[in-house]
């Protein structure tokens, strides 16, 4: 344990914990280049949830309402929930942390899976317990690995559905049999980021599961499909038992009036959220196959990103990243993930998938 000057140090987990790295947005020698290492929506954010937002700003001496009553309306009214059973947080990445700060405590254990999103094992880490990575099947969770991992000290499993940086998907059939495989005193909690992009009855049904056990806890974003990323924004839908533990402990206006007006106005505009989807469905097969044609191995995606993995030596990830650079694109290395020779890259707008794969070729070909 490092101590500092004043004798001080941190709780048990902390400094074990790798700061996050998030992707890049800028490059130098380029005013405005291609950015693909983030997974925003490339069609921006609805021209409702905008002009909500800019009316926010009358009122910005104002507290926000704490309860964020009237988005968690709107998440009710189109999800035809309990808005009672609806956290509102600053980014589905607080309300997992409050989660971990909630339910995990020293000698605790939550599982993640091997290639899942990084904030699990931080939040993990952050709350004094030990996190459990349970392999994956060619970058699939593995729900028998999963289960293989449970100990008497597992107290959450952290599912991402689809999962970032893979955009692998694990059919609701596999998720019931995880819930209904783990004991009662295990929390599951289904990270739905990217749940947009996903068949809707796929989500429907883990809201079904959701409603029907008192154990499991869905998450959802507003900074992907809704373009919301700036003012952070994400929501929980759980039992009534685990919302009111989560209200107890998350700030008394975590979430910002803007982001609330915003929120509410993004989730009732179906049209602009269509556009989006029918934008990726398009754009992500394309990119997918012409990513192939160039001999590049893609992990099957069904988020708004794909994972190239590329061989070892001359074409390998450093050197395409750099080249990528070069030629004003940014992409997202995956080392972190330990996923040293893979490259995540967002579906963008036409223009930029396309000069994303004519780059892409000219590496090959120099490389080759």
């Known amino acids: 344990m490092i101590l500092n000057s004043l004798g001080l140090s941190p709780r048990q987990g902390v400094l074990d914990i790798e700061t996050y790295v998030p992707g890049g947005h800028k490059l130098k020698n380029y005013e405005k280049p291609i950015v693909l290492s983030a997974n925003e929506t490339p069609l921006g954010p609805s021209p409702k949830a905008?002009?909500?937002?800019?009316?926010?700003?009358?009122?910005?001496?104002?507290?926000?309402?704490?309860?964020?009553?009237?988005?968690?309306?709107?998440?009710?009214?189109?999800?035809d929930i309990n808005p009672a059973q609806i956290v509102c947080g600053s980014g589905s990445d607080e309300l997992l942390s409050l989660i971990a700060q909630s339910y995990l405590s020293a000698n605790d254990e939550a599982i993640h899976t091997e290639y899942g999103f990084l904030i699990y094992k931080v939040v993990i880490l952050a709350s004094g317990a030990k996190p459990v990575a349970s392999r994956e099947n060619n970058f699939v969770a593995d729900i028998d690995n999963i289960l293989s991992n449970v100990t008497k000290n597992t107290k959450i499993v952290f599912l991402a559905n689809p999962n970032n940086p893979t955009g692998t998907f694990v059919s609701i059939e596999d998720v019931r049999r995880l819930r209904r495989s783990l004991s009662d005193n295990i929390l599951l909690v289904i990270d739905?980021?990217?749940?947009?992009?996903?068949?809707?009855?796929?989500?429907?049904?883990?809201?079904?599961?959701?409603?029907?056990?008192?154990?499991?806890?869905?998450?959802r974003t507003f900074s992907k499909i809704h373009g919301l990323a700036a003012l952070r924004l994400?929501?929980?839908?759980?039992?009534?038992?685990?919302?009111?533990?989560?209200?107890?402990?998350?700030?008394?206006?975590?979430?910002?009036?803007?982001?609330?007006?915003?929120?509410?106005?993004?989730?009732?505009?179906?049209?602009?959220?269509?556009?989006?989807?029918?934008?990726?469905?398009i754009w992500l097969v394309w990119l997918t196959k012409e990513v192939r044609k160039l001999g590049l191995e893609v992990t099957d995606s069904v988020g708004n990103f794909i994972l190239i993995n590329f061989p070892e030596g001359c074409h390998d990830?450093?050197?395409?990243?750099?080249?990528?650079?070069?030629?004003?694109?940014i992409c997202r290395r995956t080392v972190d993930y330990g996923l040293n020779n893979s490259l995540r890259v967002t579906i963008g707008k036409e223009r930029e998938n396309r000069i994303l794969i004519d780059t892409l070729s000219r590496f090959i070909s120099i490389n080759g």
């Not at 001496?61 to 709107?74: C, F």
């Not at 998350?250 to 009732?268: D, Q």
């Not at 990830?317 to 694109?329: E, H, P």
Request: charged letters at 20%.
């Open 50 to 79: 905008r002009a909500a937002y800019l009316a926010s700003s009358d009122n910005l001496e104002r507290y926000p309402d704490g309860s964020a009553k009237i988005l968690k309306n709107a998440i009710a009214e189109v999800y």
């Open 234 to 281: 994400g929501w929980a839908y759980c039992s009534a038992e685990v919302a009111n533990v989560l209200n107890r402990v998350r700030g008394p206006f975590n979430v910002n009036s803007p982001a609330i007006s915003a929120g509410a106005a993004a989730i009732m505009d179906f049209a602009h959220m269509e556009r989006a989807r029918y934008h990726n469905d």
């Open 192 to 219: 739905g980021a990217y749940a947009e992009y996903v068949c809707q009855d796929n989500y429907k049904a883990v809201i079904e599961l959701v409603e029907t056990t008192y154990n499991t806890i869905m998450t």
């Open 317 to 329: 990830a450093f050197k395409a990243n750099k080249f990528l650079q070069n030629s004003g694109i």
